[in-house]
């Protein structure tokens, strides 16, 4: 079975630091990976997918299949950032997304 | 453009009752899929539908239950309500499945009395 792990539930970095989200995956075949962010108050919203390898809002992540992972980093922090990141992957034909736990990032002024 | 739409937002029902929850995707889209967000299991799948047709269910009891309508309108329904099935459930719509990336609606809170 397919499985999310995003190893830190909290992440606290003062604004203009680099943050990075981790996110490691296991299943043995090619999956699809996304990084979906749900703002204070707001509803859960897809931030980029790997397979677009685009740059929104300054986050970028990269599929690393060798290390089952598909991290989620930023240069440089911004208090807006503040929010939950989800990490989730899908297979193709499955028509479903796994989720994992979430990780709550803070930027501190 | 329209988002999508879940109503009701909040639903409080007593254990033993059943519930039905609306949604309705973006226009256009033709899969629709529904989440469980609790705090303890996090984002769970239910199932999706595409063209009035289940592709996929999640690991639930068949208390749960969905249909989709030919205008793309989908519905889920929980049968004999149990403590444990309050929760968060998330509608998201696709223009044609999750390669796609998934819109969500704000969510149906149920709280189970």
């Known amino acids: 079975a397919q499985r999310v792990t995003q190893p830190e539930k909290l992440l606290s970095v003062f604004k203009g630091a680099p943050v990075e989200l981790k996110c490691n995956y296991s299943?043995?075949?090619?999956?699809?990976l996304f990084w979906y962010v749900q703002y204070s108050r707001q509803r859960l919203q897809l931030l980029l997918r790997h397979i677009s390898r685009e740059s929104i809002k300054g986050f970028t992540a990269d599929l690393n299949k060798g290390e089952t992972s598909f991290h989620l980093k930023k240069p440089f922090a911004q208090e807006e950032d503040s929010a939950m990141y989800y990490c989730?992957?899908?297979?193709?034909?499955?028509?479903?997304?796994?989720f994992g736990q979430g990780t709550r990032l803070t930027i501190n002024p | 453009k329209a988002g999508v739409t879940q109503t009701p937002r909040y639903l409080i029902k007593t254990r033993g009752q059943q519930v039905t929850l609306s949604c309705s995707p973006i226009s256009g889209h033709r899969s629709v899929s529904w989440y469980q967000q609790t705090p303890g299991q996090g984002l769970q799948f239910l199932f999706e539908?595409?063209?009035?047709?289940?592709?996929n269910k999640g690991n639930f009891p068949g208390r749960f239950s969905g249909r989709q309508f030919s205008n793309s309108r989908s519905e889920m329904n929980v049968s004999t309500l149990e403590l444990g099935d309050s929760a968060l459930y998330l509608c998201a719509s696709s223009p044609g499945g999750s390669s796609y990336g998934y819109t969500f609606g704000s969510g149906t809170r149920l709280t189970v009395v």
């Open positions: 989730a992957l899908t297979i193709q034909g499955a028509q479903k997304l796994v």
């Open positions: 539908y595409f063209s009035e047709t289940q592709r």
């Open positions: 299943y043995s075949g090619s999956p699809e």
